[in-house]
């Protein structure tokens, strides 16, 4: 079946340094990228949606500017967490739409820690 | 603003019985995807089942059904035969066919009694 591979699984970062979360789709093209954010025991909360080279669409509350997002190409899309604060922390998921199927594939998530 | 509802934080059940966890959307489109996915310890998300608007038939997988209104505009998800590893977080899905947005609802944990 279709594959997401995201990476990393976790990280630690300092305050004010920047973090880059990368998902991949393994075997198929992924148009449409969707990157969520959720607590412990919460759901989880649609950030933007970003669609192979265009930009990105954020939802309302979440900063562009802190929350980088690029999808350069039919296979990648990555977060980039700048200038990183404690409030950050958080897991972030990203999920990959597969237009031929109408299906969407998760990656595994990545555990962000801002000391 | 489509919003989905799942009014049980907790669920519990004694393995080997049957289950239904509720879920309510709000939508004034006609044409959309219902999902129910469940996430483990491991925080993977894994499909469980998928509704399509337009289908009045309920979908079915293995121990798995739905029960969906759409007039009501209700997706509950039964479990039969309930097994240990059903034990998670399960999570009801609307989905806007063009937008392709998934939304999700705050989630029902399901403890599965041995």
């Known amino acids: 079946g279709a594959v997401v591979s995201q990476h990393p699984s976790w990280v630690i970062c300092k305050s004010g340094t920047s973090v880059k979360i990368e998902c991949r789709s393994l075997d198929f093209q992924a148009t449409t990228m969707f990157w969520y954010r959720q607590f412990p025991k919460q759901s989880l909360m649609l950030m933007a949606t970003?669609?192979?080279?265009?930009?990105?669409?954020?939802e309302q509350g979440v900063e562009k500017d802190k929350f980088l997002i690029n999808h350069a190409s039919l296979t990648l899309s990555t977060l980039t967490v700048t200038s990183a604060h404690p409030e950050d922390s958080s897991f972030y998921i990203c999920?990959?739409?597969?237009?031929?199927?109408?299906?969407?594939?998760f990656g595994s998530g990545t555990r962000l820690t801002v000391v | 603003a489509q919003t989905v509802t799942q009014s049980q934080p907790e669920m519990s059940v004694q393995e080997a019985e049957t289950v239904t966890l509720s879920c309510t959307y709000d939508t004034s489109e006609s044409d959309y995807y219902l999902f129910w996915y469940k996430q483990p310890p491991s925080r993977q998300m894994i499909l469980v089942i998928r509704q399509e608007a337009y289908k009045q038939q309920n979908a079915t997988e293995n121990r798995f059904s739905v029960n969906f209104q759409k007039a009501a505009k209700s997706f509950s998800l039964k479990i039969s035969d309930s097994q240990l590893g059903d034990a998670a977080m399960y999570f009801c899905a609307y989905s806007l066919p063009v937008t392709g947005k998934l939304i999700f609802g705050q989630g029902t944990t399901l403890q599965v009694k041995p």
């Open positions: 970003s669609n192979e080279g265009s930009k990105a669409t954020y």
């Open positions: 999920s990959a739409r597969d237009s031929s199927s109408y299906g969407y594939t």
